[in-house]
């Protein structure tokens, strides 16, 4: 197949076409020629006002539910989504059924996704069976394909465990990603501690409860010399504390979602379970805090944390409700909304080239001859996200039909390309 995509601006650093408009000509997946005017035969030609390419987004951070819950999501229905939000390559959660925490899983999970157009990429368990006794067959996974390791929606809570774990995945130079979340504070907490959780009665969980684990993670990131990544960073101080860790040298990154950066606490006067999260919604100021990290570079990438609930897990009392939203459809609108002055090439770090480097993916430099993994976008323009053009299999969002800037333009990897 042959595509041309005409007049576009590159914002790809590693490129040497960096900042400059081109016409990009790409055949069977291969780019051929990068030229200020190429005419060409092509079967498809993506042209417009203000297109911008980027690398193939990177989400480090989702769950499609597959093995064990297909009701609420498939890898199928999930890359679709992702494809549909700009992303090439998805990261996926191991809380299935069975877990992926042996070097079969991952293997399943790798050979269902082979010739799709977003790359599945499995993150191993760090704990057997996700539950947080003893370390699981990280080697293994490693070596049979596994891109990082976490338990996911079940953080590890123990020290000791954690610290063990750190200092195995240094033998091959492997990253563990945490969410900060200390279950032992707040257990049956539903929203972020605060004013608006006793005006509406609903108990709180505070903010020490990421705070503190975070500050524990850090003291053993430090002792062992390893790889560590923060996802779901939902306050000011997080956001100090590894500004700071990573002053002092150590290895760690973090990422925030774009529900943090889009609401707040005051958002959830109205019971909506689609924002009941975890960690969850925090202050107006935690929220602008986090905004303005992402403007400064402190936030290494945006993660959707895409986790589908059924229908019985979303509409019912909002205690009873399970946490999470879908968001690879809209992460990049989200965070165009809230941020319109994010240059081309602060969204290209934070969706693509710094999750790249965090977890040693190959390099999909925008240059002559090499394999076209690209993300057409334009910051202009306006998505809105329905009922009918919503490729996840539930939906649980709070974005439907809420008209928001930027567009999808089309995707391009593994030799077939979608335009949106």
């Known amino acids: 197949m042959k595509i041309l995509l005409s007049k576009v601006f590159i914002a790809d650093e590693t490129s040497p076409y960096h900042q400059s408009v081109q016409d990009i000509f790409i055949e069977n997946g291969i ?140 033998t091959f130079n492997g990253i563990i990603i945490q969410m900060p979340i200390d279950k032992s504070i707040a257990t049956h907490g539903l929203m972020n501690e605060g004013i608006t959780s006793t005006q509406i009665g609903l108990a709180g969980i505070p903010a020490i409860a990421e705070e503190i684990i975070i500050k524990r993670d850090i003291d053993l990131l430090n002792y062992t010399n390893s790889k560590l990544h923060i996802t779901g960073v939902s306050t000011a101080k997080s956001i100090e504390l590894i500004t700071e860790a990573k002053k002092q040298g150590l290895q760690i990154t973090c990422s925030v979602t774009p ?70 459809q809209t992460s990049f609108n989200v965070v165009n909304e809230v941020l319109p002055k994010l240059t081309a090439q602060k969204v290209s770090n934070i969706f693509s080239l710094n999750a790249r480097k965090i977890f040693s993916l190959n390099n999909a430099s925008i240059n002559i001859n090499t394999k076209a993994d690209i993300t057409v976008f334009t910051k202009n323009g306006e998505s809105v996200l329905t009922k009918e053009n919503n490729k996840s299999k539930s939906f649980n969002s709070p974005f439907f039909n809420q008209t928001l800037k930027g567009k999808i333009v089309a995707v391009l990897n593994n030799n077939t390309f979608k335009k949106l």
Not at 46 to 71: A, M, R
Not at 104 to 119: G, H, L, M, R, Y
Not at 125 to 147: F, Q, R
């Open 259 to 328: 529900y943090h950066l889009f609401f707040c606490d005051e958002d959830l006067k109205d019971y909506d379970t689609n924002l009941k999260v975890n960690p969850p919604l925090r202050t107006k100021q935690d929220m602008l805090a986090l905004r303005e990290a992402v403007i400064d570079g402190k936030v290494d990438c945006i993660a959707s944390h895409h986790f589908p609930q059924d229908i019985d897990n979303k509409v019912c009392e909002f205690d009873a409700a399970k946490n999470g939203m879908i968001g690879l």
């Open 31 to 170: 780019i051929k020629n990068i030229s200020s005017n190429i005419n060409e035969d092509a079967d498809e030609i993506i042209s417009g006002e203000d297109l911008i390419v980027t690398q193939g987004w990177v989400d480090i951070f989702s769950h499609f539910n597959e093995p064990g819950f297909e009701y609420k999501e498939t890898i199928e229905t999930g890359s679709q989504s992702a494809a549909a939000g700009g992303f090439t390559n998805v990261f996926l959660l191991p809380n299935t059924n069975p877990t992926i925490s042996t070097k079969a899983q991952i293997e399943f999970i790798k050979n269902k996704n082979n010739n799709n157009i977003v790359n599945v990429l499995p993150i191993g368990a760090v704990t057997k069976n996700i539950e947080g006794k003893d370390l699981a067959e990280m080697y293994d996974m490693h070596n049979s394909g596994a891109i990082a390791f976490s338990d996911g929606l079940l953080p590890v809570q123990t020290s000791g465990l954690l610290l063990k774990a750190l200092q195995y995945i240094k």
